[in-house]
Every structure is written in C-alpha cells, then in structure tokens.
C-alpha cells in the first residue's frame, strides 16, 4: 500500500514539488544551529538594517539582528506550531467523530452542535479572542489553533463513519460479539485514516498561517523568540518597508513557501488516496486518445 502510494506521488510533479519544499524547512530547522552564522536574538545596533550581503545573507532588521538566523530559527516555531496544534486537532476531531457516527441520537446532536457553535465564528475571531483570553505564549498557540480547529475534523470523521458502519463487516462483527470499543477501533478508524491524513496534512498549512498571523498582532510567541510573524509586524514601519524591504519580504516568502508546500502534499495525497479522482485520472487520458 505505502509502495503503491509513493508511485501515485512520484508521478505527481506537484506532490514533488511539495515534498522537497517540505524537507528543505524540516532539514533547515532540525539543522539551524549549524545553518544560522549568528545568534537569532543577539542585538547589534551598529550594524542595523544593512542590505543582504556575503556577511549577512538577508539583511539584518532595525535592531541589527540577522534575518536568515531569524528565518531559519522561525521555522522551528512555525513546524511546531503546525504539528502540536494539529495533533490536539486530530485527537478531539477524531475521537468525537467516531463517537457521534456510531452511537448518534443525543450524543451526535450535542457534539455536533457543539461543532456548529465553533464552526459558527470566524476562525481568527476566535484564536484572537481566546489567545487574548489566556496568557501569550507557545503553548497557547499549540492549545488555541488546536481546540479551534477539532470542529471540521470531527465533521470529516463523522460523515466516513455513517457510511462505514452501515457495511455488513460491521454488522458481521456486531454479530459475533465485538464490543463497541473493537468495533470503532479496529473497523471504523482504519476506514477514516485516508481522509484523516488529508485533513491534517492541510491543516498544518493552516496552522502555520494561524500561528503568523497571531504573532504579528503580539498574541503569539512572545520575544525574543524569532517567529516569521513577529518579524512582518516589526518591520510594518512605513518608512521601513521602503529603505529597509528585506526584513518583511523575505519573512513573508518562509511563510508563502511553508503553507505552498504542505497545500501542494495534502492535495497530492487527496488524489492519491481517493479513488474517485483516481478514476477521472485515467479516464483523462483514453479520453485524448479517442479525440
């Protein structure tokens, strides 16, 4: 299956081209220390908003710090960010998913009107106003883009296992005894990993524009932590932006080239894993052929 899956990528030049974009800030932020020639957070005023040169190779910003230490340093922040929040994400979205499908009644109404309430106000609304509700810090990122966003995830879930539990291995396992616990462990979640995968790789991408956007308006990772957010909204200055662009383009470009890549593998992976666009794939082609 895992082989079958990598072929169905490897020919997909935008799942490629996602990968490699995805690797490429994995190994930058894994191997930062060694990348960075300066120290993120260290402040040198003499040296302030100098152009990129050899010595500095983006520049520095209005306190005379390196921005590619910076960037790099950030990355760290952004995959975490990405990651954690969306891990909490998965394990609200799919544990209440599976239980609202398969037991339903009263408890799939409470849950999904409590996915409705959420789903109601608009995403950054609500980040804003828990994270300005809790004390600013990295963990109230991970908790904020995390419990956000389990309400579409639960959806996802709910709606694969409403089809799956009404196939006869579900029924032939209610039959020979299977307690709910087995049957919601071993029948209905392998059947919702696919879709799961999907969602969750997309979400990262979400969540690292979540994190940036809550960093700039100062409700993020707090400095001196490097984070690409906080580095845009530091270098909003008007003035700045002109004599000085480097410190917020280059920024904005890890955070465009971050959520492009996880984009470009979550929709690879959609196409790799449903069957129906599988199909339309292959029709594609006959179809040529007979024109």
Not at 53 to 82: C, E, K, N, P
Not at 97 to 112: P, Q
Not at 271 to 291: C, G, H, I, N, S
Request: proline fraction near 5%; charged fraction near 15%; charge should be positive.
């Amino acid at each position: 299956m895992l082989l079958l899956l990598w072929r169905r990528l490897r020919a997909d030049p935008r799942a490629m081209l996602g990968l490699v974009t995805v690797i490429v800030l994995v190994l930058l932020a894994a191997l930062a220390p060694l990348v960075a020639r300066y120290d993120p957070t260290a402040i040198d005023l003499a040296g302030q908003l100098q152009r990129p040169s050899f010595a500095h190779w983006m520049g520095t910003d209005y306190q005379g710090r390196d921005v590619w230490a910076r960037i790099v340093f950030g990355a760290r922040i952004s995959l975490t960010v990405g990651i954690v929040s969306q891990a909490i994400a998965l394990t609200l979205g799919v544990t209440l998913g599976l239980v609202s499908g398969f037991y339903g009644r009263w408890v799939d109404e409470t849950i999904m009107r409590l996915a409705d309430i959420t789903l109601a106000f608009p995403t950054l609304l609500l980040l804003i106003a828990m994270a300005a509700a809790l004390q600013p810090s990295l963990t109230t990122v991970f908790v904020t883009i995390g419990v956000v966003g389990w309400a579409g995830m639960a959806r996802i879930v709910r709606g694969q296992v409403l089809v799956t539990r009404q196939l006869e291995f579900v029924h032939a396992a209610r039959a020979l005894g299977a307690t709910d616990r087995r049957i919601i462990g071993q029948h209905l979640l392998p059947n919702c990993i696919a879709p799961v995968i999907i969602a969750g790789t997309l979400g990262i991408a979400g969540a690292i524009m979540a994190e940036a956007a809550l960093s700039f308006l100062g409700l993020g990772v707090q400095p001196p932590t490097p984070s690409w957010g906080s580095m845009i909204a530091d270098a909003r200055d008007l003035l700045q932006l002109r004599t000085a662009p480097w410190t917020s383009v280059f920024p904005g470009l890890a955070i465009g080239a971050a959520v492009l890549g996880f984009n470009l593998v979550g929709d690879a992976l959609r196409d790799a894993l449903d069957p129906r666009f599988l199909a339309a794939r292959e029709r594609a082609p006959a179809k040529a052929q007979l024109v």
